[in-house]
């Protein structure tokens, strides 16, 4: 059959072949059969329609012929779901969770092999560089272009890879057929993104900590790889029961085949104001049928023709399983069931909306954010190491130390698009290869939304915070020839305490992991300060060290003249 043939066709096909009898070679085996809350099950596909072979005869070899075992991994996705699913297929396989694309380039320009950190190359251009030999050996394993199985072994921390089925293969036991689900619940995700930005830790309140740090004690343990996590305050939204789908969207986790994006935030779908302040057009059931066939029966709540659904700002995507109401939104949830009330934007509680107007949502909502102010990595050529898109142990072996995790509010930097938004160490990191003359420090902040929503922050923790300006943790003062700023950490090798981004003169900045994005500069910062500057405490200093990290060392102050707001 044609690739992409009607699923109409092909599931008449399909199941006129299973009606004839030629499904008794698999099933005269392999007895388990499909779980008969499957879909597939549902609608009578055969084994041979995803697996291929000839289930008409019951000579093993010739029945195994051609067998796809593991229909949803990239070696064999046209054949597999791509059968029926030929447009998703093919925008999965341009997707970044398939390729890696935005990972490969910014690790190849932190390394020195790129010079900008954009680029279309993903895992599969991989070689052996020390930037390629990084991504295999310590990044490859999450990526779901890898012609490797799912691995799914009952623990969330493991989750990984596969290809489709990394997603949307349930667990299963030894011997039953795997269950397949569109309503892929949090623990798929976990096992990619509990790692790195650490959004799925975050979100449910989980905060990794130095490992050196006093082990399990009251709101602390370990997860199942190893790595201490103590509580911290959980997003609203999963304290409200949301799963991660409930807000992204297919074609923000798994594109749309006509917008190739390079980065993460190129590919999110979804945005808060698409929920809580939409001002996009609706748009209604019946215009949409066409374009997203199969939806009909997802939706959770009865819905005529003339029913408007919102559409996300940036693809369009209609939001199905929120119901319009004259009394307001509701959501009701993909995974747990049941319904929740979308609570709406308010311009009474946002009165100072024009000065803030440049903020994202999570400058001002998120609690916390997950941060690493020390890293070394080094290359041992003479020991081995498992390289995870070949499947094997491979010679060279590299090896990371890491310190001063934070789990707090983060500083604020400034995005391409102008926006203010919250910035987390992509690495401030001493890097050593032996290709190289001498090691090499690297200082780039990375924009990040922790998925950490709650009540928003104080004024003061802006206002008068050097570690919201970019500074660090240490002492702000405002005297008659400006403010001042006396660093908590010691300065490293570029001129930076160990915790900055930036100075408060601007004179010194690390980088940031995309074009266009940098630190506040020393006018935003002045005015950020002199906002809060004109009560009684304008002359007085401002300490925002954060408990148990010392007092300021005896180091010289920064002065910036003061200028106009």
Same mark, same amino acid.
């Given at each position: ?76 996705? =046209?054949? @597999? #779901?791509? !059968? $029926? &699913?030929?447009? %998703?297929?093919?925008?999965?396989? *341009? ?65 990984? =890879?596969? @290809? #489709?089925? !990394? $997603? &949307?293969?349930? %667990?299963?036991?030894?011997?039953? *057929? ?68 409930? #807000? ?318």
């Amino acid at each position: 059959m044609r690739r992409g043939a009607p699923l109409a066709v092909i599931i008449l096909l399909l199941g006129l072949g299973a009606a004839l009898g030629i499904e008794a070679g698999c099933l005269a085996c392999h007895t388990e059969g499909i779980p008969a809350d499957d879909r597939h099950f549902a609608i009578g596909i055969p084994c041979a329609g995803c697996h291929r072979g000839d289930p008409s005869s019951a000579d093993l070899e010739v029945a195994h012929a051609g067998l796809v075992a593991s229909p949803g991994v990239p070696g064999s996705l =046209r054949a @597999g #779901c791509g !059968g $029926c &699913h030929p447009e %998703r297929a093919d925008s999965v396989r *341009h997707g970044l969770m398939f390729t890696g694309r935005g990972i490969v380039s910014v690790t190849r320009y932190v390394l020195g092999e790129q010079r900008s950190p954009d680029g279309d190359a993903g895992f599969e251009s991989l070689g052996d560089s020390p930037a390629d030999s990084l991504l295999r050996k310590l990044c490859g394993g999450c990526h779901l272009g890898s012609d490797q199985a799912a691995r799914h072994a009952g623990s969330p921390g493991m989750e990984r =890879r596969g @290809g #489709c089925l !990394g $997603c &949307h293969l349930d %667990r299963q036991g030894d011997t039953a *057929h795997p269950r397949l689900t569109a309503r892929v619940g949090d623990a798929h995700c976990f096992g990619c993104h509990a790692r790195s930005g650490r959004i799925s830790l975050s979100y449910a309140g989980l905060a990794e900590v130095d490992a050196g740090s006093a082990g399990e004690q009251a709101g602390r343990g370990y997860l199942d790889d190893g790595r201490l996590v103590e509580h911290r305050p959980e997003d609203v939204h999963h304290q409200a029961g949301m799963a991660c789908i409930d #807000c992204h969207t297919a074609v923000g986790l798994m594109g749309d085949g006509r917008r190739p994006a390079r980065h993460q935030e190129e590919a999110v779908d979804i945005g808060c104001a698409d929920c809580h302040d939409n001002r996009s057009p609706r748009v209604r059931l019946a215009d949409w049928r066409a374009k997203h066939p199969g939806l009909d029966p997802r939706i959770p709540f009865r819905a005529e023709h003339e029913q408007e659904f919102l559409v996300t700002a940036r693809h369009g995507t209609p939001l199905w399983h929120i119901e319009l109401r004259p009394e307001g939104l509701l959501l009701h949830r993909k995974i747990e069931g049941g319904v929740i009330r979308v609570p709406q934007y308010r311009r009474s509680s946002h009165s100072s909306g024009a000065e803030h107007a440049r903020l994202t949502c999570a400058a001002c909502h998120a609690q916390w954010a997950p941060q690493c102010y020390g890293c070394h990595i080094s290359y041992d050529p003479k020991k081995r190491q498992w390289d995870q898109l070949a499947g094997e142990e491979t010679t060279g072996r590299w090896s990371e130390r890491r310190w001063g995790i934070r789990n707090e509010l983060s500083p604020l930097g400034v995005r391409a698009d102008g926006r203010i938004a919250l910035a987390i160490p992509g690495m401030i990191s001493t890097i050593e290869h032996p290709a190289w003359k001498g090691s090499r420090f690297q200082r780039l902040f990375a924009f990040l939304d922790p998925h950490t929503s709650g009540r928003s922050r104080s004024c003061d923790s802006c206002h008068a915070s050097s570690v919201a300006l970019g500074l660090g943790d240490g002492v702000l003062t405002r005297g008659e020839n400006g403010w001042l700023f006396q660093p908590a950490r010691p300065i490293m090798a570029d001129g930076l305490p160990a915790d900055a981004w930036t100075s408060l003169d601007g004179a010194v900045s690390g980088g940031a992991t995309r074009i266009g994005s940098h630190p506040l500069n020393p006018g935003e910062m002045r005015r950020i300060l002199d906002a809060d500057s004109s009560g009684g405490d304008s002359a007085a200093a401002k300490r925002s060290t954060p408990s148990g990290h010392g007092a300021p060392p005896a180091v010289a102050p920064v002065r910036v003249p003061p200028g106009p707001s």
